[in-house]
């Protein structure tokens, strides 16, 4: 048991989902940002694995729409590794095609609009692909 944090890979954002103890369920926790060209937000998230102690990170891998991998996968697979190598926690990646699609098309579901929260849907993707993560790891179990 513990918690396993998600980063939603981006070029500018990176959203963050986190599970419960028991990696049932999965809830946005926030989204940073980083300008084009620079470092990934490093302090904010080791803020982030502090606060919440998570004992494993999920790090979204960005397909494209045939499974191959480019250079935005390339660039995640990077993050990975240093991720993991900072936190010193295991790091799995995973196909994150269609999160953000799906997060978009569950916001406005909700409400209708998406104008003005960028945010909200990074973080929203990250946790669809926490979710995700958590069921296909816990019906591989049984």
Do not use: C, N
Request: charged share 25%; net charge positive; no cysteine.
């Amino acid at each position: 048991t513990g918690r396993v944090l998600a980063v939603d890979w981006g070029e500018v954002r990176f959203g963050f989902a986190l599970s419960d103890e028991t990696q049932t369920i999965a809830s946005p926790l926030t989204t940073l940002t980083r300008r084009r060209g620079k470092r990934f937000p490093m302090p904010a998230f080791l803020d982030l694995v502090t606060t919440h102690r998570p004992i494993g990170l999920v790090v979204g891998l960005p397909l494209t729409p045939h499974g191959a991998e480019g250079p935005a996968a390339l660039a995640a697979r990077e993050l990975s590794v240093l991720l993991g190598g900072r936190t010193y926690l295991p790091v799995e990646l995973v196909d994150e095609r269609m999160t953000t699609a799906r997060a978009l098309a569950a916001i406005q579901e909700q409400d209708g609009s998406t104008r003005g929260r960028r945010d909200d849907v990074d973080a929203l993707a990250a946790t669809i692909l926490l979710q995700h993560f958590l069921e296909t790891r816990r019906h591989a179990r049984t």
